[in-house]
């Protein structure tokens, strides 16, 4: 069993910068895929980013201004996200596969707007 927490959305104006983080409770050394989604009211939810070992994969809605990065000695992945625009608002949830079982995070808003 796997929890993921998720933190760091909030409300920002266009062209704004915010950084979620998503804390893993097992090491995420042990984690084969670690990803970003979003849902947007009315929409089905979308990948962001995601990494599996070296590997990483944009939206390319995002390419450019999101970078998404992980921190072994907190257990931690994040999402850098730059030059926020209005359509990137939307619930953001961390997703995690471990041990071949797929874990989401209860998902944090980001609201962009001015």
């Known amino acids: 069993q796997v929890q993921l927490v998720e933190s760091g959305g909030g409300l920002v104006q266009p062209g704004g910068s915010l950084r979620l983080s998503c804390a893993s409770s097992v090491s995420i050394f042990s984690v084969d895929y670690m990803g970003w989604y979003r849902q947007a009211p009315g929409k089905e939810r979308e990948l962001v980013a995601a990494m599996t070992g070296s590997l990483i994969n944009y939206a390319d809605s995002v390419k450019g201004r999101f970078t998404i990065s992980r921190d072994n000695t907190e257990n931690t992945w994040s999402l850098q996200m730059n030059s926020l625009k209005p359509e990137d608002t939307a619930v953001y949830y961390c997703?995690?596969?471990?041990?071949?079982?797929?874990?989401w995070g209860q998902g944090t808003q980001v609201t962009v707007s001015s």
């Open positions: 997703k995690a596969t471990y041990q071949l079982q797929t874990y």
